[in-house]
């Protein structure tokens, strides 16, 4: 059977590219589906998946072997079921799992940190995806059923267990729902907001300290002409 193939185009609509594809981290991740990557300045690659977290160290030599490691309950994660993955520019990774709550990796010890409901405040346990916050201020988490929750980690010692303020968002403050499902931000720095069942919604500003009360846009829906209310993914346009 013909391997499978990539399409895409570039800025000229007439050229298509096609390359085969290795299923590179299927053997190595022990699951199919992989939900998530981020890549550290160094070349390694961290993967969420259904069956945990994989990790890629790049060949310590041209044309050497890639080391894999794989991390599951033995290794500390509450659940091995990921959703999502982002990478802070301190190089700690922000998971969102389901039925674990919000994971955290400290990049010095390898530890794993959770926050979910009854340890460290965290409103839910299952969190559809995390986003960077682009002031350097933690992750925004998309929740499935409490709303939307900014995280940040706050400063300690070096050493200490991490402290991490959280604010939490829902109908309350103008959400259309409470059950979330994916997370975007303009070249305006507005977040816009997926939803289960309620279409579409935005965050006009990200929120200061001291500052006005957050202000969520009406929600975005099939009665303005969305093809559904049940949306799973967004990607911002150049």
Same mark, same amino acid.
């Given at each position: 059977?013909?391997?499978?193939?990539?399409?895409?185009? %570039?800025?000229?609509?007439?050229?298509?590219?096609?390359?085969?594809?290795?299923?590179? +981290?299927?053997?190595?991740?022990?699951?199919?589906?992989?939900?998530? +990557?981020?890549?550290?300045?160094?070349?390694? !690659?961290?993967?969420?998946?259904?069956?945990?977290?994989?990790?890629?160290?790049?060949?310590?030599?041209?044309?050497?072997?890639?080391?894999?490691?794989?991390?599951?309950?033995?290794?500390?994660?509450?659940?091995?079921?990921?959703?999502?993955?982002?990478?802070?520019?301190?190089?700690?990774?922000?998971?969102?799992?389901?039925?674990?709550?919000?994971?955290?990796?400290?990049?010095?010890?390898?530890?794993?940190?959770?926050?979910?409901?009854?340890?460290?405040?965290?409103?839910?346990?299952?969190?559809?995806?995390?986003?960077? %916050?682009?002031?350097?201020?933690?992750?925004? *988490?998309?929740?499935? &059923? *409490?709303?939307? !929750?900014?995280?940040?980690?706050?400063?300690?010692?070096? =050493?200490?267990?991490?402290? +991490?303020?959280?604010?939490?968002?829902?109908?309350?403050?103008?959400?259309?729902? %409470?059950?979330?499902?994916?997370? #975007?931000?303009?070249?305006?720095?507005?977040?816009?907001?997926?939803?289960?069942? #309620?279409?579409? /919604?935005?965050?006009?500003?990200?929120?200061?300290?001291? &500052?006005?009360?957050?202000? +969520?846009?009406? *929600?975005?829906?099939?009665?303005? =002409?969305? *093809?559904?209310?049940?949306?799973? /993914?967004?990607?911002?346009?150049?």
């Amino acid at each position: 059977r013909a391997p499978p193939y990539f399409f895409f185009n %570039d800025p000229a609509p007439t050229e298509i590219y096609t390359f085969p594809y290795t299923p590179l +981290f299927r053997s190595h991740s022990g699951g199919r589906r992989i939900w998530a +990557f981020a890549e550290a300045p160094d070349g390694t !690659v961290w993967a969420a998946g259904e069956n945990g977290l994989l990790r890629r160290e790049a060949p310590a030599t041209p044309g050497g072997a890639a080391r894999f490691t794989r991390y599951q309950e033995a290794e500390g994660l509450p659940t091995k079921r990921l959703r999502s993955l982002v990478l802070d520019a301190q190089g700690w990774l922000w998971m969102g799992s389901t039925g674990g709550g919000l994971i955290l990796r400290d990049p010095a010890s390898g530890r794993f940190h959770v926050l979910k409901p009854g340890q460290g405040g965290f409103p839910h346990l299952q969190v559809r995806q995390v986003l960077l %916050d682009p002031r350097g201020r933690g992750i925004w *988490a998309a929740t499935a &059923g *409490a709303g939307l !929750v900014h995280v940040e980690r706050l400063a300690g010692p070096a =050493g200490a267990e991490p402290q +991490f303020a959280l604010q939490v968002y829902t109908t309350a403050d103008g959400l259309p729902s %409470d059950h979330l499902t994916a997370l #975007a931000l303009d070249g305006q720095r507005r977040l816009w907001i997926a939803s289960w069942g #309620a279409g579409l /919604s935005r965050l006009e500003s990200l929120p200061e300290p001291g &500052g006005p009360p957050p202000r +969520f846009s009406p *929600a975005l829906n099939a009665e303005q =002409g969305l *093809a559904g209310n049940q949306i799973w /993914s967004l990607q911002t346009d150049r």
